[in-house]
């Protein structure tokens, strides 16, 4: 009886240990961890930005595509790096060039790309979107790997895009 409440606290003692270990969740909007991250996926140029008042970074690939991250859900009250965001969203925008069937081409991109949203802009560009909700805390291993999958999937639609008969 002795040795199993000795072995049931040191197993405790040994969970609480490596829970303490554990990298800490991010749950909002972090400029350095966002740079670190996009940094580790070889997205460099980086630029900071500003999207109706939030936060955001502008970054390039090595193949240069350009796409941008910005903070969303933002509460009204501002700490003191800026609004409190509990979001992510990724932006990037592809001109597929004169004469291309936009809506046809935003219809079938939503269809083959269902990982983030395409939408055919007022000034002839398609638009895509991805957001990252990270309100209830995700691992930076989680938001890399989602940060990345949008990275892909842009890279994908690029060059669907550019592949458009109109080029």
């Given amino acids: 009886m002795k040795y199993g409440r000795l ?6 003692l040994v969970c609480g240990s490596a829970k303490a270990a554990e990298a800490p969740l991010v749950d909002h909007w972090s400029k350095p961890v966002m740079q670190r991250l996009l ?7 980086q630029q900071q930005t500003i999207l109706a008042g939030a936060p955001g970074l502008l970054a390039r690939t090595t193949d240069g595509l350009s ?26 925008s592809f001109d597929p060039g004169r004469g291309a069937d936009r ?8 269809r ?3 990982a983030g949203k395409f939408m055919a802009e007022a000034n002839g560009t398609i ?11 995700v691992s930076e291993g989680n938001l ?18 550019w592949a458009a008969p109109a080029r």
């Avoid at 009250?77 to 979001?87: A, L």
């Avoid at 895509?128 to 909700?133: A, E």
């Fill in 144 to 161: 890399r790997a989602q940060l990345a999958e949008f990275i892909a999937l842009a890279e994908a639609a690029k060059d669907a895009v």
């Fill in 103 to 110: 809506t046809a081409l935003v219809d079938r991109l939503n």
């Fill in 127 to 137: 638009r895509l979107t991805r957001y990252i909700d990270v309100d209830a805390g």
């Fill in 67 to 92: 796409f941008g991250f910005y903070a969303k859900a933002c509460s009204p009250t501002n700490t003191p790096e800026g609004p409190y965001c509990r979001g992510v969203e990724g932006i990037a």
């Fill in 112 to 114: 083959q790309y269902a």
């Fill in 7 to 12: 072995a049931l606290a040191l197993g405790l």
């Fill in 39 to 45: 940094l580790s996926l070889g997205a460099g140029d």
